[in-house]
C-alpha cells in the first residue's frame, strides 16, 4: 500500500526554514532530501501554482491564472493528477483550514472536477489542518493526501514576507508539519510552496524575482535518500510526475515535469500496509 502526501506550504520562502523559525520542517530536510534550487512557475501566484500542481502542466498551457470557474471546461483537454489516480483505483483527498461559505462551493466544484474524492476543511490555522489530515492518514488506505496550509500567504500580504507576524505563521505552519511527522515511517512527504514572497513589493509575490519564484522542497519518508540534497534545478512541475511515479503509474506525456527519481533510493516508493 502507497501513500503520498503533498504538503503546500503557500507563500513560505526557503530562507523562513531555519532551525529557530521552522525546526521541524528543517530537521525534516536535513534527514532526508532537499532541494538547494527549486522554483515555482511563472505567474508565481497561487491560483496558477495550484492548477499546475493539479495537472502537471505550465499556466501557459492550462491557462488558470485567475479564481473562479472559467477552468472547468479546459479541464476536459488536461489530465489532472487526482484524476489518472481516480482511474487506478486510488483516491485524492484535499485538506485545508476553513475556506468560508463563500470560497467552499467554487474550490469543491474545481476539486471534483479534477478527479478529488473529498474536499476536508477544519480549523483555522495549520495545525487544526494538519489535524484533519492525521485523522484522514489513520484511515489506513491507499490514497494522496493533498494538505493546504494558507497561513503563511495571509501574513505576508498583511504585514509584509519575513516581517514577525509572517515569521510566527511560518512556525505555525511548522508545528502543523510537526504533528504530521511520525507518519514518515508509512507515507511519503513532498513538501513544498507555491511561491515565496516580498522580492519586489514586500506584501506581494507575484513579479518576477528570484524571491519570489524560489521555493522550497523536502521530500521525506519510507523510501526517500536520507541526508541528500538534489542539486540540478527542481521545478514545482516536477511534483505532479513525481506522485504519479511514486504509485507505479506512467506519467503523461503531456506533463511537463520530471519524477524526482533522485530522492528515493528505489524505483518506486513502497509502504507497508
Known sequence: MRRVVIVLADGLRPDAVSPSVMPSLDALGGVYT???????????????????LATGVAPQTHRLIEPGLGFLPALSGLRPV?????????????????????????AWALASAAGVARLVTHGSNARGAALAAHRALCRNEQRLLFLYLPDCDRAGH????????????AAEVDAAIGTLASWTEEAVFLITADHGGGGVDPRDHDAPHPVNDHIPVVVAGRGVTRRHQL???VSLLDIPATVLWSFGLEVPPC??????????TSDRVSVPA
Open 34 to 52: 532537499l532541494a538547494l534550487h527549486a522554483r515555482t512557475v511563472r505567474p508565481s501566484t497561487t491560483v496558477a501554482a495550484l492548477a499546475s
Open 82 to 106: 487526482a484524476r489518472e489516480l481516480q482511474r487506478a483505483g486510488i483516491p485524492t483527498d484535499v485538506v485545508t483550514s476553513d475556506l468560508g461559505a463563500a470560497v467552499y462551493p467554487v
Open 158 to 169: 498583511a504585514h509584509g514576507w519575513m516581517s514577525a507576524p509572517y515569521l510566527e505563521a
Open 231 to 233: 542539486t540540478r534545478p
Open 255 to 264: 506533463y511537463q515535469g520530471q519524477p524526482l527519481t533522485g530522492a528515493f
